[in-house]
């Protein structure tokens, strides 16, 4: 038996299986957020716009993004921006999921979440505080949301802050259009923005 | 600017590795408890490491210091005929070990412990005889010496290897 061949049977002796990984992980993710390391914690919920993935920090929801953003891209981002202790760690976006499911099954029509606003700034972050005003199932054009922000004359902006707002469907973003009715950008593409103004027409 | 990637992949790309590292020094009761340690104590410090750190000598050394920390803890809690009974009820619980595994394993824990390391460090960590010197201490060329004679007491203890290999190469 030559070094190899026993490397390899060491390999199969001390195994590392899925099964255990997963419990070692799952008691990692409970460890970490009881000595307050977990500094974002997310997991991934189905939706009819598609796989969302959700970001929280100790502070509250931090991020929502589509599969088209890229999740890994996103979790990058999430560990430049604010800490790279991350874990996949379902337990603390419970309370979200559980809202989302709510709001996509026509049962929720506003967000009680806790928000972490830190990745936006200055005027974005007024714009996206605001738009919680406009109600489910309505539409507001990016000029009453510029106005509703205090800045009537920053259309432009206002509409800058609603394309990347950090937090779509929780912070209904998808509620503004363009005044003459076309559709405007969205994170999720216009698909989703289409879906997410039916289902709230049709409830 | 990209940094660091998230723990979580971290977790992903080396918890097997370090997992079969914690089982061959410890045995299979201990292993969980050093793994979960491991990785806390590197989830803390995770921010401050390098950039071009070794990710994984650098998780294969606290996994030795954790590990340390539970052998000597063992130590003080051990009953001197404790040893035997112990190890097999260890082994029954996790699970369906083949008797080839299992006697393997048995030889690897029957080892000294710088063997034990040297062997666990290099060959199932994959670290180079430097790596693992500047883990245990001492020259990469004793780490060889230590790595050589264990493979060759496990070539001695580990009766079924031959069998199933045929012919030595």
Same mark, same amino acid.
């Given at each position: 038996?030559?070094? /190899? ?14 099964? *255990? ?30 796989? #969302? ?8 929801? $931090? ?14 981002? #999430? ?7 991350? #874990?996949?760690?379902? +337990? ?19 967000? /009680?979440? &806790? ?5 936006? *700034? ?43 707002? %950090?937090? &779509? ?35 | ?9 971290? $977790? ?15 045995? %299979?009761?201990?292993? /969980? ?10 989830? !803390?410090?995770?921010?401050?490491? &390098? ?14 210091? @954790? ?5 000597? +803890? ?16 260890? /082994? ?21 412990? @710088?063997? !034990?390391? +040297? ?10 005889? +430097? ?33 199933? @290999?045929?012919? &030595?190469?």
């Amino acid at each position: 038996m030559n070094a /190899d061949d026993l490397a390899r049977d060491l390999v199969r002796a001390f195994p590392g299986t899925p099964g *255990d990984l997963r419990r070692l992980h799952d008691r990692l993710a409970a460890a970490a957020e009881r000595d307050g390391i977990l500094d974002v914690a997310y997991r991934t919920v189905d939706s009819p716009v598609g796989p #969302l993935l959700l970001a929280a920090t100790e502070a509250g929801l $931090v991020r929502v993004a589509y599969a088209s953003e890229g999740h890994d891209t996103v979790l990058q981002a #999430l560990a430049d921006r604010i800490s790279p202790r991350i #874990l996949d760690a379902p +337990a603390r976006l419970d309370a979200t999921a559980r809202e989302l499911d709510e709001y996509f099954t026509g049962r929720r029509r506003s967000f /009680d979440l &806790p928000l972490d606003w830190r990745l936006s *700034d200055g005027f974005r972050r007024v714009v996206l505080s605001r738009l919680p005003e406009i109600g489910y199932g309505h539409t507001a054009s990016y000029a009453a949301v510029a106005n509703l922000a205090g800045h009537p004359k920053a259309v432009r902006a206002a509409a800058t802050a609603c394309a990347t707002n %950090p937090l &779509p469907v929780v912070v209904p973003c998808h509620r503004v259009i363009y005044s003459d009715g076309r559709i405007g950008r969205y994170l999720g593409g216009p698909d989703a923005k289409r879906t997410l103004l039916a289902l709230e027409t049709a409830a | 600017m990209t940094g660091k990637q998230p723990f979580e992949a971290v $977790v992903t790309r080396h918890g097997a590795t370090v997992l079969r590292v914690c089982r061959a020094i410890l045995g %299979p009761a201990d292993a /969980d408890d050093a793994w979960s340690e491991t990785f806390l104590s590197a989830m !803390k410090a995770y921010p401050g490491l &390098p950039a071009d750190a070794n990710v994984e000598a650098w998780l294969v050394t606290i996994a030795h210091r @954790k590990a340390i920390d539970v052998t000597r +803890a063992a130590a003080r809690r051990a009953i001197p005929v404790a040893e035997t009974p112990d190890t097999e009820a260890a /082994d029954a619980a996790d699970g369906p070990a083949s008797g080839l595994d299992s006697d393997l394993a048995d030889a690897v824990a029957g080892l000294p412990a @710088k063997q !034990k390391q +040297a062997v666990a460090y290099h060959y199932l960590a994959g670290l180079p005889y +430097a790596d693992v010197a500047d883990i245990v201490g001492g020259s990469a060329d004793a780490v060889r010496r230590a790595a050589a004679d264990g493979i060759a007491t496990l070539r001695r203890t580990y009766p079924f290897a031959a069998a199933t @290999k045929g012919e &030595p190469r």
